[in-house]
């Protein structure tokens, strides 16, 4: 008899309990990301510090990755079946009455891939084996003035679109996962499910507009 | 009325199909999408050409034989119906009307609109009964059911196995239709003695047979003849989780 790892219901437990588990990183995140529009770079770079030298925050990180890899890998897998299953398509399709975002879920998750990708090597490597990031002290403690790096990518303004585009396509893909989540894992309810649904919205719209503000604010006003 | 029908033509179901072009006049507005074929058909006799195969039986919305993939929706441009209780109304006089078998891999198509729905009996057979000798029938309220699940189970019940939810699915997902078969059980005490068994039972012929996987769009519940609702499909999902942990 098939498993957890092997049959179709298990693969979006996996999935969605992945998804779940970065619908909350990305809040940390954020709300780490949102230092940066301070006026002093002090409480950014000091949080960053935190992040990169905290033993918890390094399990964290490894949780993370982890989290990111199952969702990816069961992404395709899931994603690649459901291709064969349908080896002739229609000549018209598609009429049917769906949610629009739930259709594209695999092309956004390559866009999002793709972002995280170049997202990675212009930040997290860049700051952590590349180099090139200055240093600044506070209370004597070295720290890497990352808010400097950030602000001076975001000057650039090919660097600003791409992140704009790449973050209006993660909110198309939470849009449709959020929600999707709770109905994997078996949490439908005929009181609770619309909540869960207005929830996800105003999760993935302030989510989505808190990102985007960042490089947007700082090209402008910083 | 007058139509321009594209019809998915193919010998069986190894030969390569293709799309054939009918033109059909005088058409009456109220007769059923299936007598509109009866009269193509009945003109194609009489020119000596093959007929149309398309699956029908009681033309009353009840056996779910009937399916046709009409101009990009299962059963049609009309909500909560089969084809057979579909009628010419509901299009515009001149329409170009496309219409398609079913596709999906476990769904083999045996000839032009006619598929093998095979693969839905045999998620049946993994599970989808209680296998206990019923004998006569029982008193009315010998076994308390509360109305509520009484209602749900009977919902569930409806489901007439036409595989429109698989045909809407973008990824061709049979849920819709197993997490009706399961419901039915589920939620009725007869049911819960095998409830374990039949779920990872069922659920593995599913995966076994080809079907896609469910990643919740909604064009199954959007397009059921009978209506079988999401939460179905959520209750398929603990009830599945909750077997595996036990
Ligand atoms: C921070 C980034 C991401 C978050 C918060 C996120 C969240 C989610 C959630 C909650 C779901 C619904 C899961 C379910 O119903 O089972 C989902 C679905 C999906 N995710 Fe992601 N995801 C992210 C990134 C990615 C990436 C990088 C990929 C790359 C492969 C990906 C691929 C998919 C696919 C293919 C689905 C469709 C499955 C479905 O519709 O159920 N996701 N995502
Ligand atoms: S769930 Fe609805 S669409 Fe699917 S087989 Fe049953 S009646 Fe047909
Ligand atoms: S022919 Fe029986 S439901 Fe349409």
Redesign the interface.
């Known amino acids: 008899?098939?498993?957890?790892f092997?049959?179709?219901?298990?693969?979006?437990?996996l999935m969605s309990f992945a998804g779940l588990f970065l619908v909350v990183f990305l809040v940390v995140h954020l709300s780490i990301n949102l230092l940066v529009l301070k006026e002093s770079p002090e409480a950014f770079n000091k949080a960053a510090h935190f992040m990169s030298t905290n033993p918890v925050i390094r399990i964290m990180e490894i949780v993370l990755f982890g989290g990111f890899l199952i969702h990816m890998i069961y992404g395709v897998i899931?994603s690649i079946?459901?291709m064969?299953?349908?080896?002739?398509?229609?000549?018209?399709?598609?009429?049917?009455?769906?949610?629009y975002f739930?259709?594209y879920?695999f092309h956004t998750a390559v866009v999002i891939t793709i972002f995280l990708v170049l997202h990675l090597l212009d930040f997290y490597i860049r700051a952590k084996y590349i180099g090139g990031v200055e240093d600044v002290y506070y209370e004597g403690i070295k720290h890497h003035d990352l808010a400097a790096l950030v602000i001076a990518r975001f000057h650039i303004q090919w660097v600003v679109i791409v992140y704009v585009i790449a973050l209006l396509i993660l909110g198309f893909h939470l849009h449709?996962g959020f929600?999707?989540a709770f109905?994997?894992?078996?949490?439908?309810h005929?009181v609770y499910t619309p909540v869960i649904k207005a929830a996800g919205l105003i999760y993935t719209i302030l989510i989505t507009l808190g990102f985007i503000c960042i490089p947007i604010l700082i090209y402008f006003f910083k | 009325m007058d139509f321009t029908l594209r019809i998915w033509r193919q010998e069986n179901e190894q030969s390569k199909g293709r799309f054939e072009i009918y033109k059909i006049t005088n058409v009456s507005a109220d007769s059923s999408f299936l007598e509109m074929l009866d009269l193509l058909n009945q003109q194609l006799v009489d020119k000596f050409e093959m007929p149309i195969c398309f699956d029908h039986d009681c033309r009353e919305g009840i056996c779910g034989a009937c399916g046709l993939y009409i101009n990009g929706r299962p059963h049609g441009p009309d909500d909560a119906i089969t084809t057979c209780q579909l009628h010419m109304r509901k299009f515009k006089d001149g329409d170009t009307i496309v219409i398609e078998p079913w596709r999906a891999r476990p769904f083999p198509i045996i000839k032009d609109l006619v598929v093998d729905r095979t693969a839905l009996d045999k998620i049946i057979e993994a599970g989808g009964y209680i296998s206990v000798n019923t004998g006569g029938v029982p008193d009315a309220n010998e076994i308390p059911i509360s109305k509520k699940n009484a209602d749900i189970a009977m919902d569930a019940a409806s489901c007439i196995g036409c595989g429109a939810c698989v045909a809407a699915c973008k990824n061709a997902s049979a849920m819709l239709f197993v997490s009706a078969k399961i419901s039915q059980f589920a939620m009725l005490p007869q049911g819960r003695i095998e409830a374990k068994e039949r779920v990872k039972r069922m659920i593995d012929k599913m995966d076994e047979l080809g079907f896609g996987n469910c990643t919740n769009t909604g064009a199954c519940e959007a397009e059921c003849p009978k209506e079988i609702s999401l939460t179905h499909i959520a209750r398929l999902n603990r009830e599945y989780f909750a077997a595996k942990i036990s």
């Open positions: 008899m098939s498993n957890i092997s049959s179709s219901v298990g693969k979006k437990f899931v079946q459901n064969i299953a349908r080896p002739i398509n229609y000549k018209k399709t598609n009429n049917s009455q769906t949610s739930s259709k879920m449709h929600q999707s109905q994997t894992l078996g949490l439908n005929p």
